[in-house]
């Protein structure tokens, strides 16, 4: 079956530096995505990793490890408007898409 | 953004109702889908149309019943629903590729569903 670990909750301070881990067991992997979703809005794309290494875009950066089915997400120089529930998921196959539970993050002044 | 949307955005109805929710994507995108989101639970997958055809449902009571008329609406008809049903119901959309790596799903802003 599908696995996807992410921790429920996290804070932080505004200004500093946020890893958010996901861990996944899953087979047919295609890929591994994270969101961003506001309370009441739509989750929104930040990235997606399908080799192994680092990608980064801007203040925020995802690493992947295949080997060790484990993913994060690195967000740099917090802002207040990063407090928002950060999805992981990773896909099957066919691009069908697993999420886990997400974390919410709460930055503080 | 208005890449997806979605109407109403704010639903409320008794269990003995009939409704239907209501996806648009203005992508271009050959593929839409259905999700649930409950509180404190993972997005689930309800139902996937790829070219206008159902390709996935995922075990989803019949109380639900998806419609794909083309490829830039998406319908949701809701009838006989238990209060358990009462959640954010989010609609997606993607263009599927000839291969490879996954391809990315928009998602619109959901509609907020209360079975009382």
């Known amino acids: 079956g599908q696995n996807i670990d992410q921790p429920t909750e996290m804070t932080a301070t505004e200004g500093a530096i946020v890893q958010i881990n996901c861990t996944y067991q899953?087979?047919?992997?295609?890929?591994l995505f994270w969101y961003q979703q506001h309370a009441g809005e739509a989750p929104t794309f930040l990235s997606y990793?399908?080799?192994?290494g680092l990608e980064e875009k801007g203040r925020f950066s995802s690493f992947l490890s295949r080997s060790k089915g484990y993913s994060y997400l690195l967000l740099k120089e917090l802002q207040m408007k990063d407090s928002a529930s950060y999805l992981c998921?990773?896909?099957?196959?066919?691009?069908?898409?697993?999420f886990g539970t997400g974390t919410r993050l709460q930055v503080f002044p | 953004e208005t890449g997806v949307t979605q109407t109403p955005r704010h639903l409320v109805m008794g269990m003995t109702n009939k409704k239907s929710l209501k996806c648009e994507q203005h992508?271009?995108?050959?593929?839409m889908y259905w999700y649930k989101q409950s509180a404190k639970k993972p997005l689930e997958l309800m139902f996937v149309?790829?070219?206008?055809?159902?390709?996935e449902n995922n075990s989803v009571p019949s109380r639900f019943s998806p419609e794909c008329p083309n490829s830039s609406h998406l319908f949701l008809h809701l009838h006989t629903l238990q209060p358990e049903d009462s959640a954010l119901y989010l609609c997606?959309?993607?263009?599927?590729?000839?291969?490879?790596?996954?391809?990315?799903?928009?998602f619109g802003p959901g509609t907020r569903l209360t079975v009382l």
């Open positions: 149309y790829s070219l206008e055809e159902r390709v």
């Open positions: 992508l271009g995108h050959n593929a």
């Open positions: 997606a959309s993607s263009q599927e590729g000839a291969g490879g790596q996954a391809d990315t799903q928009y």
């Open positions: 990793n399908v080799l192994d």
């Open positions: 998921a990773v896909t099957q196959n066919t691009d069908k898409l697993i």
């Open positions: 899953t087979s047919g992997f295609n890929g």
